[in-house]
Nanobody, 123 residues
Framework: VQLQACGGGLVQAGGSLRLSCAAS????????VAWFRQGPGKEREFVAV????????VYADSVKGRFTIFRDGSPNTVYLQMNSLKFEDSAVYYC?????????????????WGQGTKVTVSS
């Protein structure tokens, strides 16, 4: 049961990055996959969530219109496309997965977590 997040790096403000979250083991059956992030000295916060069965997505207000969570057909990988990056988007990004849950923006809903991938946006 593993989630592997990758794709982080250093990018200039206004640039783009694509993060990926690859699942293995039982996690591939997870229907709900989300991204959270934790900036320096901040609490971990919700970024985006995808419900696979319905295709529905929800975004934090701070990233709406700039970030897109999606799958490309692979049952095991979820992506976070981040465009128009801002300095304040700098954080360690974590993917998380669970089978179901109504509180999809809450960390406590998620059973499985990846190790995090660091995104640094230079101003």
């Amino acid at each position: 049961v593993q989630l592997q997040a990758c794709g982080g790096g250093l990018v200039q403000a206004g640039g783009s990055l694509r993060l990926s979250c690859a699942a293995s083991g039982r996690t591939f059956q997870s229907n709900v996959v989300a991204w959270f992030r934790q900036g320096p000295g901040k609490e971990r916060e919700f970024v985006a969530v995808l419900t696979k069965s319905s295709g529905s997505t929800v975004y934090a207000d701070s990233v709406k219109g700039r970030f897109t969570i999606f799958r490309d057909g692979s049952p095991n990988t979820v992506y976070l496309q981040m465009n128009s990056l801002k300095f304040e988007d700098s954080a360690v990004y974590y993917c998380a997965a669970t089978y179901a849950g109504s509180q999809k923006m809450s960390e406590t809903t998620y059973l499985y977590w990846g190790q995090g991938t660091k995104v640094t946006v230079s101003s």
